[in-house]
């Protein structure tokens, strides 16, 4: 059985990310990007498949752990029957790939082993091991770690072994540096050292975020995640950290999410200029600028980090997968799906950023009146729709909803001194709406998810959120009621019901937090603080001992699923709050424009 989601931390340099469980194992990391092959799989397979495990020799054990404070540096304390230990792990931001790990004897003595298994290549390449010096060098390929330790180690069923015993105040250091095989490796550091430099590298960071409310410590917590999942050299956030992590335990709703996604542009900047980050929030601007140039009907829903636009779909067969989830898949054939509503996100992100003081140039508004021809040819075709599924296409209410959201952008543009035709867009919004308010209603008055459907989606629930419709309009109070009696399981919000008709699959999926988020924003908006403030503190109550949320829970096995950590998650908890402290917490921002 693969450990539980709920027992592993993020660690993040800006660059990559590893997954470490409560029990001291690595098993999730690959260099130099997020996206890059994996040398620790053990998530998706087994031993043999790569990590790192550093812990007590004794299985009697009780582990605490906590992030230092503001930061993405953990701590774990190792309680047994012969004393005390801590290990530190962080992964350094820099000009190199490290990973250290510094254990400290806290009281006793403490017996400790290391286990170092590196398979190159998703958990596929045995590397070649030798010894250079003090330093353990394995090579497979085009890639070469290097282990640097005082303590004696050797060679043991294709893995790094070291047994050592750790007393009270004694510190043992471990240093895992990743380089390309033909350069060489990079200078060691000293480990103590380095996790101070990086705990106070996080901390300034972090101690940027604008406080003043009840949740500021969620919020910033979920930040850091979010800043951790950030790719510095491009600006670019990953959706997740992780591949093939499945939506349905024992299921096939296995996808890669270690790309940057359009729709949470317009999530991600507000969460970070209402936190007062706005150094990041011009980096994922230019980010989206710079992905989005080129021909409308070229636009993706994802990217790569960088901005790369092939990201071919294959499965990796020798990876049993978590929990025997298969496939395990690497690329996302999503990437070639046409969804509507990604045109309205990519507005509504301009006109976030705008509206908060980032200045665009003339250049992106040429983009933008690009984009808005595009949707004006093409708002009446049916899409593969927010939730990315593998059945026909169809005429989706939240993107119809989101086309709209993109010409009212515009409008808002022009009214702000962009150049461009009122009237013209005008009669483009009054249609779509009309078309909506015509289609996507039932006969119960509830907005259903696609035209003709009585099924419900939880993606119209941002109808009210967009400025659609007022929050008080009939239907859209119908419509929450309807989200709460038929959507809701164990007091949260499913996405919608799985149907093979409509996404391809039709197998169970857990509740998708972010839609539990949004009901959140809509108990605000139509007055139901208190419905609002219990269904937040559920939320809350899920997040692990660190403070980390999946895409998804299980609300019958009690237990997290799909990819972890998931950014929009932590994105949408950011919202919720400020939500609930009676405003996005940027209220004060400044009025701006194109």
Same mark, same amino acid.
């Given at each position: 059985?693969?450990?539980?989601?709920?027992?592993?931390?993020?660690?993040?340099?800006?660059?990559?990310?590893?997954?470490?469980?409560?029990?001291?194992?690595?098993?999730?990391?690959?260099?130099?990007?997020?996206?890059?092959?994996?040398?620790?799989?053990?998530?998706?397979?087994?031993?043999?498949?790569?990590?790192?495990?550093?812990?007590?020799?004794?299985?009697?054990?009780?582990?605490?752990?906590?992030?230092?404070?503001?930061?993405?540096?953990?701590?774990?304390?190792?309680?047994?029957?012969?004393?005390?230990?801590?290990?530190?792990?962080?992964?350094?931001?820099?000009?190199?790939?490290?990973?250290?790990?510094?254990?400290?004897?806290?009281?006793?003595?403490?017996?400790?082993?290391?286990?170092?298994?590196?398979?190159?290549?998703?958990?596929?390449?045995?590397?070649?091991?030798?010894?250079?010096?003090?330093?353990?060098?394995?090579?497979?390929?085009?890639?070469?770690?290097?282990?640097?330790?005082?303590?004696?180690?050797?060679?043991?069923?294709?893995?790094?072994?070291?047994?050592?015993?750790?007393?009270?105040?004694?510190?043992?250091?471990?240093?895992?540096?990743?380089?390309?095989?033909?350069?060489?490796?990079?200078?060691?550091?000293?480990?103590?050292?380095?996790?101070?430099?990086?705990?106070?590298?996080?901390?300034?960071?972090?101690?940027?975020?604008?406080?003043?409310?009840?949740?500021?410590?969620?919020?910033?917590?979920?930040?850091?995640?979010?800043?951790?999942?950030?790719?510095?050299?491009?600006?670019?956030?990953?959706?997740?950290?992780?591949?093939?992590?499945?939506?349905?335990?024992?299921?096939?709703?296995?996808?890669?999410?270690?790309?940057?996604?359009?729709?949470?542009?317009?999530?991600?900047?507000?969460?970070?200029?209402?936190?007062?980050?706005?150094?990041?929030?011009?980096?994922?601007?230019?980010?989206?600028?710079?992905?989005?140039?080129?021909?409308?009907?070229?636009?993706?829903?994802?990217?790569?980090?960088?901005?790369?636009?092939?990201?071919?779909?294959?499965?990796?067969?020798?990876?049993?997968?978590?929990?025997?989830?298969?496939?395990?898949?690497?690329?996302?054939?999503?990437?070639?799906?046409?969804?509507?509503?990604?045109?309205?996100?990519?507005?509504?992100?301009?006109?976030?950023?705008?509206?908060?003081?980032?200045?665009?140039?003339?250049?992106?508004?040429?983009?933008?009146?690009?984009?808005?021809?595009?949707?004006?040819?093409?708002?009446?075709?049916?899409?593969?729709?927010?939730?990315?599924?593998?059945?026909?296409?169809?005429?989706?209410?939240?993107?119809?909803?989101?086309?709209?959201?993109?010409?009212?952008?515009?409008? @808002? #543009?022009?009214?702000?001194?962009?150049?461009?035709? &009122?009237?013209?867009?005008?009669? %483009? =919004?009054?249609? +779509?709406?009309? /078309?909506?308010?015509?289609?996507?209603?039932?006969?119960?008055?509830?907005?259903?998810?696609?035209?003709?459907?009585?099924?419900?989606?939880?993606?119209?629930?941002?109808?009210?959120?967009?400025?659609?419709?007022?929050?008080?309009?009939?239907?859209? @109070? #119908?419509?929450?009621?309807?989200?709460?009696?038929? &959507?809701?399981?164990?007091?949260? %919000? =499913?996405?919608? +019901?799985?149907? /093979?008709?409509?996404?391809?699959?039709?197998?169970?999926?857990?509740?998708?937090?972010?839609?539990?988020?949004?009901?959140?924003?809509?108990?605000?908006?139509?007055?139901?603080?208190?419905?609002?403030?219990?269904?937040?503190?559920?939320?809350?109550?899920?997040?692990?001992?660190?403070?980390?949320?999946?895409?998804?829970?299980?609300?019958?096995?009690? =237990?997290?699923?799909?990819?972890?950590?998931?950014?929009?998650?932590?994105?949408?908890?950011?919202?919720?709050?400020?939500?609930?402290?009676?405003?996005?917490?940027?209220?004060?921002?400044?009025?701006?424009?194109?």
């Amino acid at each position: 059985m693969s450990i539980p989601l709920e027992d592993y931390a993020l660690l993040g340099d800006t660059h990559s990310a590893a997954l470490v469980s409560r029990g001291g194992s690595v098993d999730w990391l690959g260099y130099p990007r997020f996206d890059s092959p994996t040398f620790f799989a053990k998530l998706l397979g087994t031993d043999e498949n790569g990590h790192w495990t550093l812990a007590p020799r004794t299985k009697d054990v009780r582990t605490t752990r906590a992030y230092r404070t503001g930061t993405l540096v953990l701590e774990s304390e190792h309680h047994t029957p012969d004393g005390t230990v801590r290990v530190i792990d962080a992964l350094v931001e820099g000009d190199h790939r490290r990973l250290v790990r510094l254990v400290q004897g806290v009281s006793g003595r403490v017996p400790m082993h290391s286990v170092l298994r590196v398979r190159f290549d998703y958990g596929s390449v045995v590397p070649w091991a030798r010894r250079e010096g003090k330093d353990m060098s394995l090579i497979g390929g085009a890639e070469a770690v290097r282990l640097r330790t005082p303590v004696a180690t050797h060679g043991k069923d294709f893995a790094t072994v070291a047994e050592f015993e750790v007393g009270e105040g004694d510190e043992v250091p471990f240093e895992l540096t990743w380089c390309e095989s033909h350069l060489k490796p990079p200078k060691p550091v000293n480990v103590a050292r380095t996790i101070g430099a990086t705990e106070r590298w996080w901390r300034s960071w972090s101690q940027g975020c604008r406080q003043g409310g009840e949740w500021d410590d969620a919020i910033r917590d979920s930040l850091i995640v979010l800043k951790g999942l950030s790719y510095a050299p491009t600006g670019g956030i990953v959706a997740a950290p992780t591949t093939s992590l499945p939506e349905d335990l024992g299921g096939q709703r296995n996808w890669d999410y270690r790309y940057a996604w359009i729709r949470d542009a317009t999530f991600t900047l507000i969460a970070l200029l209402d936190s007062g980050y706005e150094d990041e929030a011009l980096a994922w601007r230019d980010w989206l600028l710079r992905t989005l140039a080129g021909k409308p009907d070229q636009m993706q829903i994802m990217y790569g980090i960088a901005g790369e636009r092939w990201l071919p779909e294959m499965e990796v067969g020798w990876l049993p997968g978590y929990e025997k989830s298969r496939p395990v898949r690497v690329g996302n054939a999503a990437s070639e799906q046409f969804q509507l509503d990604i045109y309205g996100e990519a507005m509504d992100a301009m006109h976030h950023a705008a509206e908060q003081g980032l200045v665009f140039d003339g250049e992106a508004w040429q983009l933008a009146k690009v984009l808005l021809d595009f949707l004006e040819s093409k708002w009446r075709e049916p899409d593969e729709g927010i939730w990315e599924v593998r059945g026909p296409r169809r005429h989706f209410t939240h993107s119809k909803v989101m086309a709209w959201v993109g010409i009212d952008r515009a409008i @808002k #543009a022009i009214e702000a001194g962009a150049d461009g035709s &009122l009237d013209r867009w005008h009669r %483009v =919004r009054h249609e +779509i709406h009309e /078309d909506v308010l015509r289609n996507a209603v039932d006969d119960r008055g509830v907005f259903v998810q696609s035209y003709g459907s009585r099924a419900l989606d939880a993606s119209v629930l941002m109808i009210p959120l967009v400025g659609f419709l007022p929050p008080r309009d009939p239907r859209v @109070k #119908a419509t929450v009621e309807a989200i709460e009696t038929e &959507l809701m399981h164990e007091g949260f %919000v =499913r996405r919608y +019901i799985p149907d /093979d008709d409509v996404d391809g699959i039709g197998t169970h999926e857990g509740a998708f937090l972010m839609c539990s988020f949004w009901l959140v924003d809509n108990y605000m908006a139509l007055g139901r603080v208190e419905d609002a403030r219990a269904l937040f503190f559920r939320l809350l109550s899920l997040r692990n001992d660190v403070g980390l949320l999946a895409e998804q829970y299980d609300t019958t096995r009690k =237990r997290f699923v799909g990819n972890f950590p998931q950014a929009i998650s932590h994105v949408a908890l950011a919202i919720s709050a400020g939500t609930l402290e009676g405003g996005r917490r940027g209220s004060g921002r400044r009025s701006g424009g194109w």
